[in-house]
């Protein structure tokens, strides 16, 4: 992290007093955009200097912003905007990072998620590459940083593939712990629904797949598993009708429906995956053994 943002044009009214430098009123051009705000200064007890930064980001070119300050280069593409409180302590930027702290509203309008190993799990854990690069209209999130450590609210962001929601956090090691929840598109939606009819139990009430998945682990090579619970439990009662012809057909729909109706919902989760057969979380079946040669095989010809 280079820890030094490239300011030009850059304006402000500055007053030093004391152990005290107070910079007010600052105007910059960075990263395509402008940057405005006020910065404090302090040496504390053992000279050591702290930081009180409140900042306001506005039509930042995002991949610049990123791949200058954090190591997620050519991930995120669109125009940034953030208001921001921020405080830190340090002489050397990796210490200032250590003891950052931080809080805001971020905001990316008319962008695009390239690169993004999360995403590529997930579009390949539903066999979908439409999903791996996903251009957007807006994408924003409160968060915090606090121990190392990235937190969102919730991340809300829309695309034409589907409408996607994450939270939880990522540290500056750059492990991952989040819950995210996609709505796929009335496209995909059908999609998904020709590979298994029973995805319809994921149905919500516009006939939108909704999938819930847990990302964890280091960002270059997650760990992402769907969890049906959630799915299933807010969307099941919706779909029990898209299915209920089939009642009489199959023996084992009758008896999920009936868990359905009168189970804990807590338990829905499963019923779903069981009807689906493991068909979101099943693994690639091992290649067959190859069968052995017949002993006339083996023979030389004369």
Same mark, same amino acid.
């Given at each position: ?14 007053? *030093? /007093?004391? !152990? ?7 105007? &910059? ?29 506005? !039509? ?8 200058? +300050?954090?190591? &997620?280069?050519?991930? +995120? ?5 953030? @208001? ?11 210490? =200032? +990072? ?7 509203? =971020? ?15 997930? *579009? ?22 606090? @121990?190392?450590? +990235?937190?969102? @609210? ?7 593939? &589907? ?22 598109? $009335? ?30 682990? @280091? ?30 057909? !199959? ?7 009936? /868990? ?24 690639? $079946?091992? !290649? ?15």
């Amino acid at each position: 992290m280079a820890g030094i943002v490239p300011l030009t044009n850059a304006a402000a009214n500055l007053r *030093a /007093e004391g !152990d005290r430098v107070e910079i007010r009123g600052l105007r &910059a051009s960075v990263y395509q955009g402008s940057l405005t705000g006020d910065v404090t200064v302090t040496l504390d007890a053992k000279r050591i200097p702290t930081y009180e930064v409140a900042m306001k980001a506005k !039509d930042w070119e995002a991949n610049d912003f990123l791949s200058d +300050l954090t190591p &997620a280069k050519n991930i +995120l593409y669109g125009k940034f905007e953030m @208001d921001s409180k921020w405080s830190g302590r340090g002489v050397l930027p990796e210490d =200032a +990072l250590k003891n950052l702290k931080g809080s805001g509203k =971020a905001t990316t309008l008319n962008g695009e998620l390239r690169n993004l190993e999360a995403l590529n799990a997930v *579009a390949n854990l539903l066999g979908m590459n439409e999903l791996k690069q996903q251009k957007f209209r807006s994408m924003f999130t409160n968060f915090e940083v606090k @121990d190392g450590k +990235l937190h969102t @609210d919730e991340i809300v962001m829309k695309s034409a593939d &589907a409408d996607w929601r994450a939270t939880g956090g990522v540290s500056f090691a750059g492990n991952l712990d989040y819950v995210i929840s996609a709505t796929l598109s $009335p496209t995909l939606s059908q999609k998904l629904k020709q590979k298994s009819a029973l995805t319809g139990l994921l149905a919500n009430s516009e006939g939108r797949i909704v999938l819930d998945f847990v990302v964890k682990g @280091d960002a270059k090579k997650p760990k992402v598993s769907y969890d049906p619970t959630k799915s299933a439990a807010a969307n099941s009662s919706n779909a029990i009708g898209t299915i209920l012809e089939s009642v009489d057909k !199959d023996g084992q729909i009758t008896g999920a429906i009936n /868990e359905l109706l009168q189970g804990d919902p807590k338990d829905a989760g499963k019923t779903v995956d069981k009807l689906l057969g493991g068909f979101l979380n099943k693994k690639k $079946p091992a !290649d067959p053994k190859p069968a052995p040669a017949s002993p006339d095989s083996a023979k030389k010809p004369q």
